[in-house]
Structure formats: structure tokens, C-alpha cells
């Protein structure tokens, strides 16, 4: 079975400033993947990146990269020079590569505040 | 090219009513789901679908039905709504894949209100 904990259920930041959203996942596959989905109030699911478990390098989108440790089960999103559009909630999700199920197991989210 | 739709976006039943949440794709994705949102429970899989006429449960699937008649439409049925199933309901759909990476697209949810 899959499982993701996502610990901080919300988190206040100032505008400008470089944000880490924590996600600990647990698995007994030795290939999957992890994904962070953004949120906004507007309530729309927006992908953000992906890091595959075989993948050497931690994977960055602009200005999302995400802290990728295989050892700890932990796959944190940072958020770069926080914006006030980042203000959502944020997802982590994760899935075996399992073909006949796409199944995505999500974490309870953070909700991410940011403050002028 | 209008990616994944739901309809309707809001809906507020009674008790012991039924309806449809429509959901439908035009990206010619083989597998479709639907997945609902409660607060401080994240998504979860109600049902999902690898194809036309194939269909299987999620961990979330009592009180619900689904059927798949095309590829581009998965349409999920409350048969006899309940207060329990007020939530946010999140159609996504996707290539088939054997790998890890399969973005999934969502889309944009339709609120559910029982009374």
C-alpha cells in the first residue's frame, strides 16, 4: 500500500521569501513516481512537477524544484521567491507504475498563505 | 482542444435523490477516474476506467456507479444521495502508461452539496 503525509496543514510566508512544503511517502514499490499539484482557491488541480524514483537529479520547474531524498522517503517542494499567486493548496501525490490503473495516492495538503 | 469538463459545476440534492456528474475528455485518454475531495482528507479514487465498457472500484466506490460507453465520457451516478457524499468531485483522465510518469488532467470539479 501507498502513503503520503504531508504534516503541515497550513503555513504562513512572506512574499518574496523561499517556502518548503514537506512530503514523506511510503512504499514498498521499487519504482514510482511523485507529483505536486497546486490548488488555488478557484479550486481548480494544477500539476506542478515530477520526480521519478530512479530519476539522479532533483527535478525543477522555474521556480518549483523539488528536495528529493530516496533514503528518508521524502520529496519536499520549494517555492522560490514566493509570489502571492502562490497562495493554494498543495498536493503530493504519488504512483506506481502499475499498467491498467493511473491511480494517484494523495497526501491531505498544505495550505500555503502568502503575506505582502 | 477543451481538455478535461465537468458538469454541473454546483448541485445541491436532497436526501434519497439521484443524479449524474458528467465528466468528458477530448484528448483520446484511455483511462479516466473520478476522485472526491473532503477537507483535510485529500482525493480520493471513487472509480476509474482503462477504456470503453471497462470500469473497476477505487477505495471510496459504496453509493456510487459508473459506466463507459465511449472513451471521451465517464459519467459518475449517485443512485440515492446521502449527506456523507457532500464533497468536491474531480474527474481526471490519462494516457495508459507502464511508467511512473503519467500526468494526469483534471477537471475543473463540481460541488456537491446533500441535505
Known amino acids: 500500500a501507498q502513503k503520503i503525509t504531508q504534516t503541515q496543514p497550513g503555513m504562513f510566508v512572506q512574499e518574496k521569501e523561499a517556502v518548503t512544503l514537506d512530503c514523506t511517502y511510503d512504499t514498498s514499490d521499487p519504482s514510482y513516481g511523485l507529483f505536486w499539484y497546486k490548488q488555488p482557491s478557484s479550486g481548480e488541480m494544477i500539476f506542478l512537477i515530477y520526480q521519478g524514483s530512479y530519476d539522479q537529479q532533483n527535478a525543477t520547474e522555474g521556480r518549483y524544484s523539488l528536495n528529493f531524498q530516496k533514503a528518508r522517503k521524502s520529496a519536499n517542494l520549494v517555492i522560490s521567491a514566493s509570489q502571492l499567486g502562490d497562495s493554494a493548496m498543495y498536493f503530493c501525490?504519488?504512483?506506481?507504475?502499475?499498467?491498467?490503473?493511473?491511480?494517484?495516492?494523495f497526501g491531505t495538503g498544505t495550505r500555503l498563505t502568502i503575506i505582502p | 482542444n477543451a481538455g478535461v469538463t465537468q458538469t454541473p459545476k454546483f448541485q445541491v440534492l436532497k436526501t434519497g435523490q439521484s443524479m449524474t456528474l458528467q465528466c468528458a475528455q477530448d484528448m483520446n485518454h484511455e483511462y479516466m477516474s473520478w476522485y472526491r475531495q473532503d477537507p483535510g482528507m485529500g482525493l480520493r479514487l471513487i472509480h476509474y476506467?482503462?477504456?470503453?465498457?471497462?470500469?473497476d472500484q477505487g477505495e471510496v466506490p459504496n453509493g456510487y456507479n459508473v459506466s463507459r460507453s465511449t472513451t471521451e465520457d465517464f459519467p459518475l451516478r449517485l443512485l440515492s444521495a446521502a449527506p456523507s457524499q457532500t464533497s468536491v468531485y474531480f474527474c481526471?483522465?490519462?494516457?495508459?502508461?507502464?511508467?511512473?510518469?503519467?500526468?494526469?488532467?483534471f477537471g475543473p470539479g463540481t460541488r456537491l452539496t446533500v441535505l
Open positions: 476506467s482503462v477504456g470503453a465498457g471497462i470500469t
Open positions: 481526471a483522465s490519462s494516457y495508459q502508461s507502464g511508467s511512473s510518469y503519467n500526468e494526469q488532467f
Open positions: 501525490a504519488m504512483r506506481a507504475p502499475n499498467f491498467g490503473n493511473e491511480k494517484l495516492t
